[in-house]
């Protein structure tokens, strides 16, 4: 690693250029497996002290999560709605903005769907889907761009405000569930009217998780795409990177937090209308299950790369599959998986001071 | 800004990924609990914490007692939300414990989710508590089971009735859904059959568990002059030390609070699972086929109720215990007509009387004259 | 109507007594994030911190019979999760607003764990002073039954108030709050007073956590926590970071905490839901009256990123 080599007189940047990318690209990959892996010891060190072997919980863990494609279904099941609230985290990230409304969007965004559902149920399937769609990407992306508004309109937190709108929009939500947009049929769980059967999102042939799983990976690789390799998503990092710069080089600020916010919220009110239609038939209180506060884990372990959304969603996943076998196989109480998501997440936020300090990440001097 | 920057020598580096590849490949060879073959696996799913003094404790008492039955094994989860986690904790259950009984005690788990698993595994029995089991619409390995509570709840207004001083009496609720309605109503019948001019005050909270809600709701009643309290919540055990805190008595709800008001407990109504579950196991063990709809009161030993506190007086024992007498010879009947609503509508017309049977009861959508609320 | 009742008067002295009752842990809770702020740093984790002292406080009232020992190993353990808050911020890169969000996970994860066992069990509640025992309505008597933690409360914001402006410490939080550069060319350590604040916040957040299950509502369970955390912080910035308007900003809050069950008892049943969502919609449009994009809000920490 000594930086005496001897120097070619023509520049040796361009031939250095792929591995620098190659570093960058391992440093962003060791770091967080490596925090994951000390989260995994700590948790193991508390597993010891409460009396229960460490290697027996990371066993159950894996054995309930990943050791069968019952299990891996189950996985990948759970999985399937905290890719698309972790995405209405790392799409306003990318501004800059920490927004953790999820929740909120998610379940407007069912509301949405439902009612919508509803209405147009004699049509054929195919256009009530996309009638659903429609209707719970507008109204959840329309609630996260609101706070995204405030914060660039009138400087309001949008941590803050985001998390006040979540709790307003499950006021609203079960004030229609209950009152004006209630199922008379639905007494002893209050719920809107039925979508009918008909128009039920299916499960993907051969496997017992639904289509939402789908939706969610599409979304990603698509917000993917936009982020990394649109003028569009250039455009949004560089006002997370520096809003000054981004006003000076006159790129339009507001309209791209917006714009950003609105996708994020899109993304979780897709993951309610995919509750409603593959699940539930219709909006309920059991539509307010926490996915948008995972959704906030999963992105935040994923460093707001829409791609690492996917495998941390399914670790995530995973995890909260195998509680249940902790319960029934060791007396676990059910905490115990929110013990070791906690653990986890701080240890992959201090983990962010290690970028940059890695000599062997460093780019070759030349 | 520090730079000194940090080097693990590549030694340790592969050192601690050796150590994590053997953790990993430990893996499916460990199991903590083998289940015997020839026992008969039981899973219980609770909604919520299984300790909450309420709805959930007094499942999981009928499913300790189970547990001790010969040949049983009980396996348990709690804080299991009504979404598709369920489905897959039910089918958990039974792909990796071998379940053949399941109990999903919320209400909410019924549709779809219990209907989904009992089409998908037609070998296991699903006694869901409170669903609306019907035989045209719903598999036959499935069924419910639910108690007519509200024979305690009247019972409990009858006592109220003679311990009121002010004539106004309080019923914390959750939602206003069918089976929380029957037991206002029984309430209030109960307490109107010591005095007519009794009225119950319903503050509804908007979900089963809010306890700081249900606080406020408690003293806000006590301040309008409600001196007796009742609940249909999921964990009455704040409202109950809230009472007690205050001065006022308390009716108990789903297990035996008592031991939480020593001075306004007056009594309760309270859950008896053990009954049904008794009823689901031994038909597993003997082979028989399912009781798809279990319905039972007081008569059937569904319900029960607590002891009498310190501060019921004899009459109010005197009269609680007849018409209890004859709820057990099923000479009782709660729901009669005439009877009108709290909006002037008659509800059930002069003559017809519904006995607890009737599963239009189990439709309820009105509140009885001399309840303030809406529903 | 007999004479206990009050009818349509119970409402106001419903929020009042609420106001008192629910304020408290807002106060606490809010006295300790105004110190945190003031050093600069924020501190989103106070749900966890909320809601370990709760259980924290409960366990101990139930193991030792003392509810005061509670109190203080509430704010004991509030303290130690400041400080992880503190130390972890302390790094290079590290984003404080995400730290804040995980110890909200962490802090209320390891609540329920630990808490499992006090679910059932009743533990002792600290004491009410009687201070209306001079009124011969029995609801005016219970809304001016009022706990010592509300007093102290009410002294330390006074204190806090007093000590910003004219003690060296004070002027030292403050400096560091306001501009890194400056405390640092003064020779003060900026990492070590933001650890220090964030701790002695944490054990304020932790006390008023205890007042939730020692008091009101006087029981541990695992809903006892609704957002009160976030709403505390959103409490600051509404006060100005000014101690005594905390506590101001508190009792507004706890009566809008108070409204929706007031009304229901005296016969406004329909949209109750709603009612409920007050204090949410209360702080949201507080905080979009009172911030602006433009200029920095007046009063506050230079070095907050909150207001960047």
Same mark, same amino acid.
């Given at each position: ?11 040796? *940047? ?6 620098? *990318? ?7 990959? #060791? ?83 439902? #009612? ?108 993917? #795409? ?132 890695? *000599? ?7 | ?93 039974? !792909? ?38 019907? %035989? ?77 809600? !249900? ?70 063990? %003997? ?89 | ?87 972890? /911020? ?155 308007? /905390? ?62």
């Amino acid at each position: 690693m000594s930086s005496s080599a001897v120097l070619p007189v023509t520049g040796t *940047r361009p031939a250095a250029f792929p591995s620098d *990318r190659l570093r960058r690209a391992a440093e962003a990959i #060791v770091i967080p497996v490596g925090a994951l892996l000390v989260a995994m010891i700590v948790f193991g060190a508390f597993m010891s002290m409460i009396g229960k072997d460490p290697l027996e919980v990371y066993a159950l863990i894996y054995k309930g999560a990943f050791s069968s494609g019952f299990a891996w279904q189950n996985t990948l099941q759970r999985a399937a709605p905290l890719i698309l609230t972790a995405l209405c985290v790392a799409l306003p990230a990318q501004t800059g903005l920490i927004l953790i409304g999820g929740e909120g969007a998610l379940v407007l965004g069912g509301l949405a769907a439902a #009612v919508i559902g509803h209405a147009l149920s004699g049509g054929s399937p195919m256009t009530v889907k996309i009638g659903m769609a429609m209707a719970a990407m507008f109204v959840g992306g329309g609630w996260i761009a609101l706070a995204g508004a405030l914060r660039h309109y009138r400087g309001v937190n949008e941590t803050i405000s985001s998390l006040l709108l979540t709790y307003i929009a499950i006021a609203l939500f079960n004030h229609f569930v209950e009152g004006p947009l209630r199922d008379p049929a639905s007494l002893n769980k209050p719920s809107t009217m039925p979508i009918g059967d008909a128009n039920m999102v299916g499960h993907i042939p051969g496997m017992d998780v639904h289509w939402g799983l789908v939706y969610g990976i599409a979304f990603c690789i698509v917000a993917y #795409v936009l982020v990394r390799h649109t003028v569009h998503g250039f455009a949004l990092r560089i006002v997370g990177g520096n809003v000054r710069a981004a006003k000076l080089a006159g790129l339009p600020v507001g309209i791209l937090i917006l714009v950003s916010c609105f996708l994020g919220g899109a993304a979780a009110g897709l993951a309610g209308m995919a509750e409603v239609a593959a699940v539930h038939g219709s909006a309920n209180a059991s539509l307010i299950a926490g996915y948008g506060y995972a959704g906030i884990l999963v992105s935040f372990i994923a460093r707001h790369n829409p791609l690492a959304i996917l495998p941390v969603a399914t670790l995530l996943g995973g995890i909260a599959a195998s509680g249940g076998m902790l319960q029934r196989r060791l007396d676990l109480p059910d905490a115990t998986v929110l013990v070791l998501e906690g653990i986890a997440f701080m240890v992959i936020l201090a983990s962010e001071t290690l970028y940059g300090r890695f *000599r062997m990440f460093q780019p070759r001097e030349t | 800004m520090s730079t000194k920057l940090l080097n693990p020598s590549r030694r340790e580096l592969l050192k601690a990924m050796a150590a994590a590849g053997v953790v990993a490949g430990v893996g499916p060879a460990v199991t903590s609990r083998a289940f015997a073959a020839d026992k008969v696996v039981v899973g219980v799913i609770y909604v919520g914490p299984k300790d909450d003094y309420g709805y959930n404790q007094a499942q999981a008492q009928a499913a300790a007692a189970i547990k001790k039955l010969p040949g049983v094994t009980v396996i348990e989860e709690e804080k299991v939300p009504e979404t598709v986690d369920v489905q897959k904790t039910m089918a958990s259950m039974i !792909e990796q414990d071998g379940a053949v009984l399941i109990f999903p005690t919320s209400f909410g788990y019924f549709d779809p989710h219990v209907i989904k698993m009992a089409e998908k595994y037609p070998k296991v029995r699903f006694a869901h508590c409170g669903g609306l089991w019907n %035989e045209a619409k719903h598999p036959k390995n499935s069924g419910s089971y639910f108690g007519y509570i509200d024979e305690c709840q009247y019972l409990n207004g009858v006592v109220a009735g003679y311990a009121t001083k002010s004539k106004k009496l309080g019923f914390i609720a959750a939602k206003p859904i069918p089976q929380v309605l029957r037991n206002i109503n029984a309430f209030t019948l109960g307490a109107q059959s010591v005095n007519p001019a009794i009225t119950t005050q319903v503050i509804f909270t908007g979900d089963w568990a809010l306890p700081v809600k !249900e606080a406020e709701a408690a003293n806000s009643m006590i301040d309008q002059g409600i001196d007796v309290i009742t609940m249909h919540v999921d964990s009455p055990k704040v409202i109950v030390e809230t009472c007690e805190r205050r001065g006022i008595y308390v009716c108990g709800y789903h297990a035996n609070q008592a031991a939480l008001a020593p001075k306004g407990y007056l009594t309760g109504a309270e859950w008896n699972w053990l009954t049904p579950y008794t009823v689901h196991v031994k038909a597993v063990q %003997e082979g028989t086929p399912m009781n798809n709809f279990l319905r039972g009161g007081l008569k059937e030993g569904f319900v029960k109720t607590s002891a009498y506190g310190a501060a019921v007086s004899d009459a109010a024992k005197k009269n609680a215990d007849g018409v209890k007498a004859k709820m057990m010879k099923d000479e009782f009947v709660i729901f009669k007509g005439p009877l009108k609503d709290n909006t002037g509508k008659v509800v059930i017309p002069g003559g017809t009387a519904y006995k607890q049977q009737d599963v239009v009861l189990e439709q309820m959508n009105y509140l009885v004259a001399g309840v303030a609320g809406k529903v | 109507m007999d004479g206990t009742s009050l009818g349509w008067w119970g409402v106001p002295i419903a929020v009042l007594g609420g106001a008192i009752r629910v304020s408290t842990p807002f106060l606490f809770v809010s006295l300790g994030e105004c110190l945190t702020e003031k050093s600069g740093r924020i501190n989103l984790g106070l749900e966890g911190i909320l809601v370990m002292g709760a259980m924290a406080g409960y366990g101990i009232s139930y193991l030792t019979g003392s509810p005061w020992l509670g109190v203080l190993v509430a704010g004991f353990a509030g303290l130690l999760l400041g400080l992880l808050h503190g130390t972890v /911020c302390s790094l290079p890169r590290v984003n404080d607003i995400a730290v804040g969000i995980g110890l909200m996970l962490f802090g209320t994860g390891f609540a329920f764990f630990l808490g499992k066992p006090f679910v059932q069990p009743k533990a002792p509640t600290l004491p009410a002073l009687h201070l209306g025992d001079w009124a011969s309505s029995p609801q005016i008597q219970a809304a001016l039954q009022i706990n010592v933690l509300f007093i102290i409360g009410l002294i330390l914001a006074l204190a806090m108030s007093w000590a910003f402006r004219n003690t060296r410490w004070g002027l030292v939080v403050r400096m560091v709050g306001d501009s890194a550069d400056a405390a640092r060319a003064m020779g003060y350590q900026v990492n070590l007073v933001r650890v220090l604040s964030t701790a002695v916040g944490g054990f304020l957040a932790g006390v008023g956590g205890s007042f939730l299950s020692l008091y009101y509502p006087g029981s541990w369970n695992e809903g006892l926590s609704s957002g009160q955390g976030l709403m505390a912080v959103a409490l600051v910035i509404f006060a100005r970071w000014r101690p005594l308007h /905390c506590f101001y900003a508190a009792l507004l809050f706890g009566g809008a905490s108070a409204l929706g069950p007031a009304l229901q008892s005296v016969g406004v049943s329909s949209g109750y839901y709603l009612f409920n969502a007050t204090p949410y919609v209360l702080t949201l449009g507080i905080m979009i009256a009172t911030c602006s994009p433009r200029r920095n809000l007046a009063g506050a920490p230079g070095e907050l990123s909150v207001t960047r």
